[in-house]
Each structure stands twice: as structure tokens, then as C-alpha cells.
């Protein structure tokens, strides 16, 4: 089923861009980020995870963007289903209210989050996260066990408006919490979040909720619409068309 009168992808992501820059030009208070993500354009192919890994330099055992999979059916009518989870950026995150250092909060655009200085690695949010969007740094690259770790894995992560090196093992955010941010980074200048771009089933939507004229508040009027775990109370900021 349709879900509303769609131009072809190339002129979706100008649609997209075309919010984002509209949005930009708001206070930040007077835009939400959201992230709508269609279920059946989904094609399981995680060039989302892996877009998201290498934007953000994430090292083994943090992944913001993971693609869960579930096989239904028996043999031989077998299918598979496919559920990308980023963080839901909740507009009443669990994850906040357990944090003894205050290290969490919400900003006014929508977006969760962490400040790596005052994280303490308790990691009560990871525990309390009903979508398990969170996790732990240990610090870990993906050469250990090799000679020599190479310079690209020490390469720093940008998040939250700030430079984040990773040249030893006991400088944050190793020994912190991570979530995906929807990129934050990139949007503030103006640019989609790299599991948009990337996305070959051209199913992952993003834009502000505030804007009527953006793409995703038409999407979000959609029948199909649905939130994961609504019964928590979280409100999630990600949406799913299924």
C-alpha cells in the first residue's frame, strides 16, 4: 500500500535536505528531530550498520545501528524480517532518570545526550534502555591480538560537537555509554545522517516533526505508522511504517 505520493529517491533525499536546511534556520527549540523508518523498503542489507560504524569510528562492540532479523514461516515458505534500532531518541528516556553523574539529558531538539567528561561507566543506562540502544566501551580496537594497532583506528569519533581522539585506552569515551546521536554531527551542518544516505532500500526518513511542510510529518500521518514498546511510556522520536 502506498503510504503517501513519493518522488524517486534521488528527489526524496533533496526533499530531506531541502527540510534539513529549513529546520536549521529555527532555534533549536522550535525543532525535533525524528526518524521514520520503512519496514517493508527494508532489504536487510546493513549498509546502515556499516555506514554508521565508519562515519562514527566505532570500535569492536558498539554499534549504534543495528539490524535485527527474525526468520518466520517453515520450510519452504520461509521469510525474513528486518528491524533497524537506532536509539528511539525518547522524549521521556529511561535511561536519563537512572544516571547518578547527570551525564544524560535531552536537549531541545529531541536528541539524547551523553557528556563523555561526566560519564562515569555505571552504565545503569544501558540496564535501563528497554531497546538496549546503549552500549559499553571497553576500549577495545579491532587489531588487538595483531603486531601493531594501525593509525586508522585511533582516528577520533565526533560527537556532540566535540573532537573525540582515541589514541590510548583510558581517555573518553572508552569507559563510557554510547548511543547513536542520528548523526548530529553531519545535521547541523546541514547534512543527512549517514544511515540515510546509504540506505539501498531508500527506507530511512529523517527530518523535523515541528515542520508541517517536511516529509516526515507527512509520514507521520501515514495509517502504518507504529513506536516500539509504546507501552513504556518512552515516546520514542523513531517511528516505524509497517
Not at 556532540?160 to 582515541?166: D, L
Not at 509504546?230 to 520514542?236: A, M, N, Q, S, V
Request: proline letters at 9%; a positive charge; glycine letters at 6%.
Amino acid at each position: 500500500m502506498a503510504i503517501i505520493d513519493i518522488e524517486p529517491q534521488e528527489e526524496i533525499r533533496q526533499r530531506m535536505m531541502n527540510d534539513l536546511k529549513r529546520a536549521l534556520k529555527k532555534p533549536m527549540n522550535k525543532r525535533h528531530w525524528v526518524m521514520v523508518i520503512d519496514l517493508g523498503k527494508c532489504v536487510g542489507c546493513h549498509a546502515c550498520t556499516t555506514a554508521c560504524v565508519a562515519e562514527n569510528h566505532l570500535p569492536p562492540g558498539i554499534v549504534y545501528r543495528p539490524v535485527m532479523e527474525k526468520e518466520i514461516g517453515r520450510y519452504p515458505n520461509v521469510r525474513k524480517t528486518f528491524l533497524p534500532r537506532p536509539c528511539m531518541q525518547c522524549d521521556n528516556p529511561p535511561c536519563i532518570k537512572v544516571c547518578p553523574a547527570s551525564a544524560t539529558w535531552k536537549r531541545p531538539d529531541g536528541i539524547v545526550e551523553i557528556d563523555y567528561d561526566k560519564c562515569i561507566g555505571c552504565r545503569y543506562c544501558i540496564n535501563a534502555c528497554p531497546y538496549s540502544a546503549r552500549t559499553f566501551d571497553k576500549g577495545f580496537y579491532y587489531c588487538d591480538d595483531t603486531p601493531f594497532v594501525p593509525d586508522y583506528e585511533k582516528l577520533p569519533s565526533f560527537e556532540y560537537g566535540k573532537e573525540w581522539p582515541r589514541k590510548n585506552r583510558d581517555d573518553s569515551p572508552v569507559g563510557n555509554a554510547r548511543k547513536c546521536t542520528f548523526c548530529l554531527h553531519r545535521v547541523e551542518k546541514g547534512i543527512l545522517p549517514a544511515c540515510v544516505t546509504t540506505c539501498l532500500g531508500d527506507a530511512t526518513y529523517f527530518g523535523d516533526s515541528n515542520d508541517p511542510d517536511s516529509l516526515v510529518s507527512a509520514l507521520l500521518g501515514s495509517p502504518r505508522l507504529m513506536r516500539l514498546k509504546e507501552e513504556f511510556g518512552t515516546h520514542p522520536s523513531t517511528f516505524y511504517l509497517v
